[in-house]
Nanobody
Framework: QVQLVESGGGLVQAGGSLRLSCAAS??????VAWFRQAPGKEREFVSH????????YYVDSVKGRFTISRDNAKNTVYLQMNSLKPEDTATYYCAAGDGGAWRLPSEYGYWGQGTQVTVTS
């Protein structure tokens, strides 16, 4: 059974940090990504990592502030979020996909349940 279990969301003040976790089970994946969605907004790509190589990519709005990483032993992907801003407030989703998965939600076949991140001013 394929499962992506997310954790680590919470409420922080602007400038604070959070670390999101996504534990994967059931199979291996080519890429694991983080997306976010605010109420009334479309789902937005944040970052992804190629599992085998560790190659990563970030949307411009989070470059220099967020870091995606993986722990092979734990089959877990992390998103370290620093210098958080109110506009980072959203539900964050972990997604996993196979070859070709990049920045579009439709390119990922498996999704976690989401974890809420709220950043106050």
């Amino acid at each position: 059974q394929v499962q992506l279990v997310e954790s680590g969301g919470g409420l922080v003040q602007a400038g604070g940090s959070l670390r999101l976790s996504c534990a994967a089970s059931g199979r291996t994946f080519y890429a694991v990504a983080w997306f976010r969605q605010a109420p009334g907004k479309e789902r937005e790509f944040v970052s992804h990592i190629i599992w085998s190589s560790g190659l990563s990519y970030y949307v411009d709005s989070v470059k220099g502030r967020f870091t995606i990483s993986r722990d092979n032993a734990k089959n877990t992907v992390y998103l370290q979020m620093n210098s958080l801003k109110p506009e980072d407030t959203a539900t964050y989703y972990c997604a996993a996909g196979d070859g070709g998965a990049w920045r579009l939600p439709s390119e990922y076949g498996y999704w976690g349940q989401g974890t809420q991140v709220t950043v106050t001013s």
